[in-house]
């Protein structure tokens, strides 16, 4: 069982009320299935980050992970 880590920052602790959602996958998974599953738009992400390395949605989880979502940031 693969499991799943989505750890939030910045606003969007507030929109998902929470620091985190735990997702199960039984097969190796793409990142892109799991922001869909998580209801989360890639476009409103700025960097996705597992340990120290920067991914991109195509990569595919076939290992338990933490990642981390950190948004685009506005203002001036």
């Avoid at 735990?22 to 793409?30: Q, S």
Wanted: some cysteine; hydrophobic content about 45%; glycine content about 4%.
């Amino acid at each position: 069982m693969i499991k799943v880590k989505l750890q939030f920052s910045s606003y969007c602790k507030n929109e998902f009320l929470s620091n985190s959602i735990e997702l199960k996958y039984e097969n190796p998974v793409k990142l892109l299935e799991v922001l869909k599953d998580a209801k989360i738009t890639p476009a409103n992400l700025w960097l996705i980050k597992i340990g120290d390395s920067i991914v991109i949605e195509d990569y595919l989880l076939i290992e338990s992970s933490e990642i981390k979502l950190l948004p685009i940031i506005d203002g001036g």
